[in-house]
Each structure stands twice: as structure tokens, then as C-alpha cells.
């Protein structure tokens, strides 16, 4: 990577010792060199003989020695302040004590230690150069993922109460011809749109302001190209992504000369934080990576890092599951349920879940308007209770879950009747209540108790429960609390998120045999804090396999596949066979009526759930993905995973327009290896028309001259398996 803004590399000397450690510091006449650093990259800080604290350079592990310091500029600041001269947009606004709007932090110190032979952690001591006021920045890093994790720890020793105005986790720069970003946006049923655009002088923010279930307009994450458009398998390429479920906000701010600034973290409108005496506040960690090698390398950095670190049981298989809801809906009983669990059974699933509408012990759950808050079996739809169902589905060999939605309430329960002020609102104005349906007030500290307990009962008095979908659908109009005081209602936002955090780590303590599903309605809260309570997430209430091609498409590219739950049904009515392959690319599961399938469906959903445990859902997990062509720029979509040792391979091919189309090139083979080629999840009684089925072709070919596609028509797929041969 170039050099940022005219920085310095580091001293030759020292580059063994920050590639071992993850971090280290030279100390010339000048100055002191920080580095953090991973395997392939390396972010880099200056401190000058005053104390300013610079960023020289993020990207490439610096390799020429450097001999003299060129003057830093206010632009190259490591962490801008507001009020001392720094004109473009700050990372920290801070009122002091006694009203002074600036702040100028000073170098003190820092120090780094291994956590483990692949983690490190480094801390950057600044300290104001008047107040006792000090901020920490923070960064943890992955050197075999080459992922970094980036924080802020905001503290105040004054006498009196601070406010803290913006709070950014991070703030890099670059420098570049030019940038391109692309990020994740959509809607309902439309969530993770891939669109990429050049910023251009001045401000771009993306963002969100709902509070709850904020990421449903937009993911935190997004992916930043230097010098281009992003490309797949070249070019420079940062990926972020905020570990964060509420409100956050990306500032990338091209100046004038042409440099870039990043703003990474809480949004902070609504956020206003005071802090008192004695207190530390902590920010939400950035994640980045960098690579060299495109955005296709980013995304295998980043789920590789996701499964050892970022997400609960990233070695575990997700189970394949049968879920009722489009089935159903709210139409069921016992006896229907049952039926469906006699159904399922010869599919081979792993579990059944149990969706919305089992709850509420006084009216029938028959909508979606009653019954939230009250967690208690409803008698009249499941006399012999979620116990006796849980032993059902054990006796035919498979597991059970429920849903469950603990942060809402509706106006119409019990709860809502006998504890009115347990809801978020603001006073004095006309409530507003979608369907109902209210949020609880988390940062009220019997709010928070009654919620843990809630699932706590559900989950400890059912111990057949092996599976939670834990759901969230309203955002947050009215963001106001009854409990926190008028001088700390801006807390709001940031507390709740942490008092949701405190349930979800209660509940995978307490339960670690229950695997979790993270659904809020669909892409509403997909981020690496909430997934490390969470085997898997839901991307969108869209199934149309067609559609889900797409949003899958874009989560792939900071979410590993494993973790994205995939459910075939009957939405878009489309080819049984499509809504099984690309739902291969997720942790498969079955949103079906098995009772009511037609024999050669229900054949070749058997088939699919098969295929799926014997050739797909491990590689898919544990493999490299390769996205070949996208269906943004092609009128077909070809990704693939590779295994590590690259001795096998999985190549999904989904034709969306009829056409026909040039050769399949593959990546990430071995060149030097021959693999045989297998058609799998055929119809019955058909023959692959894939050229090279059953023969031997090297990897060299494969990846140069390629193969031809077996599509032709619209909505067609194939799911193609390599395997290594001997020469």
C-alpha cells in the first residue's frame, strides 16, 4: 500500500519483531513508531518529540527502512478532536468539566501483550494536555485472519461531570487517486443490496437512527476500494464492519487535497453521553481487514476469523431444520403439529422449530396483534405443553425449538396492563404503536430481569428445547425511558444495546446446548457483537430463491454462508431443485407443508437434505469462497468454495436469464492437481448434462480455460463437486 499522506516506514530492524508480536516501536531522535500488525498488513502510528499521535499508513507491512521524518500535518492525527484547530470532521467532541468545547490529546505511553500465539493486544495511552481526561485506543489483532479489531476507552478523572458529543471507535486515513465504497442497504424482503459508488469531495454518511433492530435499511459493514472500482481477486481493499446492533454511523470525508478520513462507530445523534467522574466509557469495536488480493480475499479473512472468533460455535454444524411458519402461520394445534412432525421425519432433518403463535394463556394467538410479553403456553392450542412436543419430535429422531420475541410487548397483555411504564415512549406525546406492538424499556433494571426471566422459565422448564429463534420487529420511534433520569435519556440507544448484550450472554451461558437463531425480522441486527451469542442469523423474510441469490450475495462479502440460515419454501414458485441449490449456500432449512408436497418434491427434498449432509454443509462451513460472477454484472451467478487443502471443490451455478454463456473459471484450485467432476442434486431420472462429468481435468485448465456451463434456460442451477485425483 502506498504511503499515507507522506508517511514513514518503519525501521528495518524492527519489522521480525512487529510481525511476531503484532505490535512494536522504534525510537529515533524524532519520535516513537507504533505498528499493528497481521500476517500481510499493518496499521501504523507516530508519535512526535511533542506527543501528537499520527497515522503514517494502513495496509501493506511497510518493508523500506525509513531515515528521516517528513512534518506531520493536523489532517495525519490519529484520533481528531473537536475545538483545537482540526477543521474537517472529529472523532471526539468532549465539553469538559468547566465548559471548554477542545480537547488536545498527548501521547503518554503504550504497551502490548500476546493473548494467545495468534492474538495480540495493544493499548495507546493519550492523555489531555490540560485536563485529567484520557482516551486509550485500543486494538486487538488476528495476525493468521490478518484481521484487526479496533476500540476507544473514553475516561474521565475530572472533578465534574463530562459530555461526550461524538465517540468514534476509529478514524482512519488514506490517500489514494481515488475511492470507491460499496455498502449493504435495502429494506423488507430486500435486505443486503450490494451498490457500490465513487465518494467525492466532501461528506458521505451512512448510517442508522432506529435504535432497535437498527441495521434494517442498512448493514454496519461495507467495503472500501483505493485507486478503482472494487475488484474481486485484485486490487487494494479494506473491509469494516462495527460490532454493534444499534445506531452507528460511517463518515468518509474526502478533503480537499484529496485524503480520506473514516469515522467508524456509534452514531451519535440521540446519543449525547454524560460521563461521570471516575468513568469509562468503551465504544464498540471497528473490524477491518486488508488485502492486496481484491474483495474476495477480505471476505475469506473475515470468515475465516468468524468461525474461530466471531460467531458462537463457529466449528459446530447448523442443524437442518423444518419450521412451520409459512406452513401455518398462526393457524395451528397440536394435532396439526404432529402431523407436520410425521411428515418430517423421512426428510432426515435435525430439528423442528416451532414458530410464532404458541403463547398467550387467555386468547386464542390467532394474529399477530395479542399475546407478547405473556410467555405462557397457550392451553387451548397446546394442552399437553412445549414439553410433551419437545419429547414428540425426540422420539422421531429430531430436535425442537421455539420462537420467541422477549423485547416487545403488546398493548392488549397482561404485561403491558400491570406495568405501563416498562415501555420505551416519550411523555407528553401520542403513542405510536405499529400494530400494537410496544418496546421494553432494557434499561430499566425490573424490565431487564423480567425478560431474562422469561426465557430463562421457557428454556429451564422445557429442557427438551434445543433450538431458540430469538426475533425482533419493531424499531424505536419514541427512544424515551421512564427510568433514566432527564439528564441521561440521550443514554438510551447505548444502554439498551448493552442491556440486551447482558440477557443474550445470560442465556448462552446458562444454555450453551441451545443453539440460537438471530432473526429481528430479517436483517435487522447482523453484526459480530450480537453473533457471538448466536450460531446463525436470518438475512431476510424474502425467500424467493431468486431474490435470496442476491441478498445473499452481498452478506457474503463480511458474513460467512454457515451462518446465514437458508430455508427452502414456496415463495416465488420457483423449481424445487433451485430453491434447494441455493439454499445449499446457507444453513439449510425447510419452510414447506411436507404433507401436501407432490411425490417428485418431496423426492428430491429428501434428496436435497442428503446431499446437503454428505457433500455441501462442511465445505460450505469450512471451505474458501470464491465469488466468480455476480449477478449484478452477469445474467448468471457462480460462486464456489474450496476446501483448505484444496483437494476438493463446490461449485454452485444459478442461470437467471435464458442465454447462453461463455466458460466457468474457477479460483483457488491447484494448479498442479488433476480433480474429477460430478454433478450432484440431479431430478430423478435425469442425466447431468455437465461436458466433463465424470472426467479428469486439471486445475490449471479448470482455472484458465474453464468449463461449460450445463444452463441454458431461466431459473435453472447445477451444484457441481471436484474432487482430487492422482496423477
Known amino acids: 500500500m502506498r504511503r499515507c499522506a507522506r508517511g514513514a516506514w518503519l525501521i528495518a530492524p524492527f519489522l521480525g519483531l512487529l510481525v511476531r508480536l503484532g505490535a512494536a516501536e522504534a525510537t529515533p531522535s524524532s519520535g516513537k513508531f507504533i505498528a499493528i500488525t497481521t500476517h500481510r498488513s499493518a496499521l501504523v502510528f507516530f508519535a512526535d518529540q511533542t506527543g501528537v499521535l499520527y497515522q503514517r499508513s494502513f495496509g501493506r507491512i511497510p518493508v523500506t527502512p525509513g531515515k528521516s521524518l517528513p512534518d506531520s500535518t493536523r489532517y495525519e492525527e490519529a484520533l481528531p478532536c473537536y475545538g483545537s484547530g482540526y477543521l474537517l470532521e472529529p472523532a471526539l467532541q468532549v465539553v469538559h468539566a468547566d465548559g471548554n468545547t477542545s480537547t488536545e490529546l498527548r501521547y503518554v505511553a503504550h504497551e502490548s501483550s500476546a493473548e494467545s500465539a495468534n492474538v495480540s493486544v495493544t493499548r495507546i495511552h493519550l492523555r489531555d494536555r490540560y485536563y485529567d481526561f484520557f482516551v486509550d485506543l485500543c486494538f486487538r489483532t488476528y495476525a493468521a485472519e490478518d484481521v484487526i479489531e479496533q476500540w476507544t476507552e473514553i475516561s474521565n478523572r475530572e472533578s465534574a461531570p463530562v459530555t461526550l458529543g461524538r465517540f468514534a471507535s476509529a478514524a482512519p486515513k488514506f490517500q489514494a487517486s481515488s475511492y470507491w465504497v460499496s455498502q449493504f442497504y435495502g429494506d423488507v424482503l430486500r435486505e443486503g443490496e450490494l451498490v457500490e459508488e465513487r465518494l467525492a469531495p466532501g461528506l458521505k454518511?451512512?448510517?442508522?437512527?432506529?435504535?432497535?433492530?437498527?441495521?434494517?435499511?442498512?448493514?454496519?459493514?461495507?467495503?472500501?476500494?483505493?485507486?478503482?472500482?472494487?475488484?474481486?481477486?485484485?486490487?487494494?481493499?479494506?473491509?469494516?464492519?462495527?460490532?454493534?446492533?444499534?445506531?452507528?454511523?460511517?463518515?468518509?470525508?474526502?478533503?480537499?487535497?484529496?485524503?480520506?478520513?473514516?469515522?467508524?462507530?456509534?452514531?451519535?445523534?440521540?446519543?449525547?453521553?454524560?460521563?461521570?467522574?471516575?468513568?469509562?466509557?468503551?465504544?464498540?469495536?471497528?473490524?477491518?481487514?486488508?488485502?492486496?488480493?481484491?474483495?474476495?480475499?477480505?471476505?475469506?479473512?473475515?470468515?475465516?476469523?468468524?468461525?474461530?472468533?466471531?460467531?458462537?460455535?463457529?466449528?459446530?454444524?447448523?442443524?437442518?431444520?423444518?419450521?412451520n411458519w409459512e406452513t401455518t402461520f398462526f393457524d395451528f394445534n397440536e394435532t396439526k403439529l404432529l402431523a407436520l412432525f410425521d411428515g418430517a421425519r423421512d426428510l432426515g432433518i435435525d430439528l423442528f422449530l416451532l414458530d410464532d403463535g404458541w403463547f398467550s394463556d387467555k386468547d386464542p394467538k390467532n394474529h399477530e396483534r395479542i399475546g407478547l410479553g405473556d410467555w405462557q403456553t397457550n392451553p387451548r392450542i397446546l394442552p399437553h405443553g412445549l414439553s410433551f412436543l419437545a419429547d414428540q419430535a425426540h422420539q422421531r429422531g429430531f430436535g425442537f425449538g421455539i420462537w420467541m420475541e422477549p423485547e416487545s410487548v403488546h398493548l392488549g397483555s397482561k404485561l403491558y396492563r400491570d406495568h405501563p411504564d416498562w415501555i420505551m415512549r416519550q411523555p407528553h406525546r401520542e403513542l405510536q404503536a405499529p400494530n400494537t406492538q410496544l418496546l421494553l424499556d432494557l434499561t430499566r433494571p425490573e424490565t431487564r430481569d423480567y425478560v431474562w426471566k422469561a426465557i430463562d422459565r421457557v428454556l429451564g422448564e422445557n429442557p427438551g428445547i434445543t433450538?431458540?429463534?430469538?426475533?425482533?420487529?419493531?424499531?424505536?420511534?419514541?427512544?424515551?425511558?421512564?427510568f433514566l433520569p432527564a439528564d441521561e435519556q440521550q443514554h438510551l440507544p447505548v444502554d439498551y444495546q448493552r442491556a440486551l448484550y447482558e440477557i443474550m450472554q445470560r442465556m448462552k451461558e446458562k444454555y450453551p446446548n441451545v443453539t440460537a437463531m438471530l432473526c429481528a425480522g430479517g436483517g435487522g441486527r447482523v453484526d459480530y457483537a450480537a453473533l457471538k451469542y448466536f450460531h446463525s442469523f436470518w438475512p431476510s423474510d424474502s425467500t424467493d430463491p431468486l431474490q435470496r441469490i442476491y441478498i445473499q450475495w452481498g452478506y457474503s462479502h463480511l458474513f460467512p454462508a454457515w451462518a446465514l440460515s437458508s430455508h427452502i419454501t414456496s415463495m416465488g414458485h420457483r423449481p424445487m431443485k433451485f430453491s434447494i441449490d441455493v439454499a445449499f449456500t446457507g444453513a439449510l432449512g425447510i419452510d414447506r407443508d411436507v404433507a401436501k408436497m407432490s411425490e417428485d418434491d418431496h423426492v428430491a427434498l429428501k434428496q436435497g437434505v442428503r446431499v446437503y449432509r454428505e457433500h455441501v454443509r462442511d465445505l460450505v462451513q469450512h471451505g474458501d469462497l470464491y465469488r466468480l460472477e455476480s449477478p449484478y454484472d452477469n445474467k448468471r451467478a457462480v460462486l464456489s468454495y474450496i476446501a483448505e487443502d484444496r483437494t476438493r471443490a463446490l461449485v454452485f451455478l444459478y442461470q437467471l436469464r435464458e442465454t447462453a454463456m461463455g466458460p466457468v473459471k474457477l479460483r483457488g484450485l491447484d494448479p498442479t492437481r488433476l480433480y474429477r467432476a460430478h454433478e450432484l442434486n440431479l431430478p430423478r431420472g435425469e442425466k447431468s448434462r455437465l461436458a466433463i462429468e465424470d472426467r479428469v481435468v486439471g486445475g490449471d485448465e479448470l482455472m484458465t480455460t474453464g468449463f461449460a456451463s450445463p444452463l441454458r434456460r431461466a431459473i435453472e442451477s447445477a451444484v457441481i463437486e471436484f474432487t482430487t485425483e492422482a496423477k
Open 467 to 482: 433450538y431458540l429463534k430469538w426475533d425482533a420487529n419493531r424499531v424505536a420511534p419514541q427512544p424515551g425511558s421512564s
Open 205 to 323: 454518511i451512512l448510517d442508522s437512527k432506529l435504535t432497535v433492530r437498527a441495521h434494517l435499511n442498512r448493514n454496519p459493514s461495507f467495503m472500501l476500494s483505493l485507486d478503482g472500482p472494487a475488484q474481486e481477486e485484485t486490487g487494494e481493499v479494506i473491509g469494516g464492519t462495527l460490532a454493534w446492533s444499534g445506531n452507528f454511523s460511517f463518515g468518509f470525508d474526502v478533503d480537499s487535497d484529496a485524503r480520506l478520513r473514516v469515522l467508524a462507530g456509534i452514531s451519535p445523534l440521540g446519543a449525547e453521553r454524560r460521563l461521570q467522574p471516575g468513568k469509562t466509557f468503551v465504544t464498540p469495536a471497528m473490524l477491518w481487514s486488508w488485502s492486496a488480493a481484491g474483495k474476495g480475499q477480505v471476505s475469506r479473512n473475515f470468515h475465516r476469523w468468524a468461525r474461530r472468533y466471531g460467531i458462537r460455535d463457529g466449528d459446530k454444524p447448523r442443524p437442518v431444520l423444518l419450521n
